[in-house]
């Protein structure tokens, strides 16, 4: 580590790991219940694993997101930390929150709305804990006197997703406007802010990585941020095609939402730029691995498959179905997890005192594979589920229960290939908390 003070991303890391397994024990209960029978469901219904497995996934990401800002700004503004006893405050305070909410949605302590659950005492915790981020991460800047744009965008991405959270604090007796601002945070995040969020830490790792010239990544980052607000915020409109809003949302949320997959191929480019210009010869294969991913699965998860289904003439038929959760799950993997895994992976050698080429193990490449290999073979299943719930149930209108039982194949097969990502990020648990700390190798000589 080139400061004392980045090892206050050490606990992020841990405490977003950790939420990374429960979610997989959720996620893998969620599918389970598709083929029945179920004896949980008198204590667990689907409607409590799924909430608890995707409000994990969102605070798990989160907590990442922070390790790795803590991380990553001291190292930008060359600085310490502005208080690292504040940002384990703001952790335990995190984590006491997000165990109340999950503990709170096992015995029916909800708000209803989806992706946006958590109980009102919750939510103004969450509000607590970003400013506290926030005000850490803008003193630590203000005292360096330094911001680079790499590290300016991410910090732009996180203070945005702390103020698009704001409207979830609001509750609407009406379906419609429920949903409607629903979507100014979640739809947002997860297709505008966090962009900037993954866009940040990408140029960050290829110029480590790759030792790819600083001026071009940081220009690359000002293409994807307009990207990211011409087409992000007027896409949010692919959310409102069926929900009771004026017709006219069809034709904005189709447009904006077709120019949506941009930032995300553009991404990708500059990933295989950086790759092109400088190749792959730092030592850390695994933290390469794991942003190339993203790069490479973002679009694809993000870009590609969100583009099949999101024109309104499409959309009226696979709405609702599992083409959404084919979308969901590459997407979330390609463009957020992984990420925050290649944060983790490049961190961990300086965290643990090693050399960088001490940074990998046949464990943890075999952890990349199996989950990259895993959400392959999920979003194939749910994509063949998808495509024939879309045919039986809305062309030929059977039944919904009718045709779930006929796609209980499809769902198997979700099942064994969720296994086997559950297995990669049971391998990356096992590396991390065990292999990687006793990894031979001399303390890394850093920089002053």
Not at 109 to 130: D, F, H, R, S, Y
Not at 189 to 203: D, P
Not at 317 to 328: L, P, Q, S
């Amino acid at each position: 580590m080139r400061y004392r003070s980045q090892a206050v991303a050490y606990p992020y890391f841990v405490v977003a790991l950790l939420l990374y397994g429960l979610q997989m024990v959720f996620g893998l209960l969620s599918i389970t219940k598709y083929l029945g029978p179920d004896p949980l469901k008198g204590f667990l219904p689907f409607d409590v694993t799924k909430e608890i497995h995707t409000n994990v996934l969102i605070v798990w990401v989160l907590t990442g997101f922070m390790g790795a800002a803590y991380w990553l700004v001291p190292e930008e503004s060359r600085t310490e930390l502005y208080s690292p006893r504040l940002a384990y405050w703001q952790l335990g305070l995190w984590t006491v929150a997000g165990v109340t909410a999950v503990v709170g949605y096992l015995f029916g302590w909800t708000e209803g709305n989806k992706l946006l659950e958590q109980p009102p005492p919750v939510k103004l915790a969450i509000v607590v804990v970003m400013l506290m981020f926030l005000y850490n991460l803008g003193m630590t800047i203000w005292k360096a006197k330094r911001l680079t744009t790499t590290e300016g965008v991410l910090v732009a991405g996180l203070t945005f997703t702390a103020l698009l959270y704001l409207p979830a604090l609001f509750t609407f007796d009406n379906y419609t406007l429920s949903i409607y601002y629903r979507w100014w945070t979640v739809h947002l995040w997860v297709e505008g802010v966090w962009e900037m969020v993954q866009g940040g830490l990408l140029a960050y790792l290829l110029i480590r990585l790759s030792g790819a010239d600083r001026e071009v990544m940081e220009k690359w980052l000002y293409v994807i941020v307009g990207l990211t607000f011409i087409a992000g915020i007027l896409g949010t409109a692919h959310h409102y095609f069926w929900i009771g809003v004026p017709a006219y949302w069809q034709w904005i949320g189709g447009f904006f939402s077709a120019l949506e997959p941009l930032a995300f191929l553009g991404m990708a480019v500059y990933a295989y730029m950086a790759v092109r210009r400088s190749g792959l010869a730092h030592p850390n294969r695994l933290a390469l691995h794991w942003t190339l991913g993203s790069a490479v699965l973002s679009a694809l998860g993000a870009g590609v498959l969100g583009l099949a289904h999101t024109w309104p003439t499409v959309n009226r038929w696979t709405h609702g179905t599992m083409i959404t959760a084919m979308h969901g799950h590459m997407a979330f993997f390609g463009a957020y997890v992984m990420i925050v895994l290649a944060m983790i992976s490049y961190a961990s050698p300086g965290l643990f005192g090693h050399e960088q080429d001490s940074a990998e193990s046949p464990a943890a490449l075999w952890a990349f594979w199996l989950q990259t290999g895993g959400m392959f073979g999920m979003t194939m299943a749910f994509a063949a589920a998808g495509i024939t719930q879309t045919y039986l149930e809305r062309i030929l209108g059977l039944g919904y229960l009718e045709t779930q039982h006929k796609i209980q194949v499809h769902f198997l097969m979700v099942l064994g290939t969720g296994l086997l990502f559950t297995l990669g990020v049971g391998l990356y648990l096992y590396d991390f908390f065990f292999l990687a700390p006793r990894r031979r190798g001399a303390p890394a000589a850093w920089p002053a």
